[in-house]
């Protein structure tokens, strides 16, 4: 029986590698959201703003507008899996209580619940 549970829970190496990705995804995250800070500013109306065209640079700013919310959101999720990991319920379903498999927790390693449950919940 122990074997079979070690078989379907990650390794340590596994989480080691999980929890390196996230806190990689963690910096990136945050470089991009200084940088969308800045470009998310107010544009002066009098503002020289090179080769852009004010219309041009006001729909930049709505295209990063949406990208700050996606990316401040994300960095929320993946400072919450942090908290998870050091709480010890990492990688456990939140709606199920079941293990994520690792190549899910692999493509989205901040994610909180298991495939089966994100399908239930799109429909
Ligand atoms: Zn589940």
Do not use: W
């Not at 122990?2 to 963690?26: A, G, R, V």
């Not at 942090?82 to 199920?96: A, F, H, P, S, T």
Request: charged fraction near 30%.
């Amino acid at each position: 029986m122990l074997n079979c549970d070690k078989l379907i829970y990650m390794t340590d190496i596994e989480y080691s590698e999980l929890k390196e990705m996230i806190n990689e995804l963690l910096i990136q995250m945050d470089n991009s959201n200084v940088y969308l800070e800045e470009a998310t500013q107010p544009i002066e109306p009098s503002v020289a703003i090179g080769r852009l065209s004010r219309m041009e640079a006001i729909g930049e700013k709505s295209v990063n507008e949406a990208r700050h919310v996606n990316v401040k959101l994300r960095l929320e999720k993946l400072k919450n899996a942090l908290k998870r990991m050091e709480d010890g319920n990492y990688g456990i379903c939140v709606r199920c209580k079941e293990e994520i498999p690792f190549g899910r927790l692999q493509a989205v390693p901040e994610t909180l619940i298991c495939v089966p449950c994100a399908e239930k919940k799109k429909r």
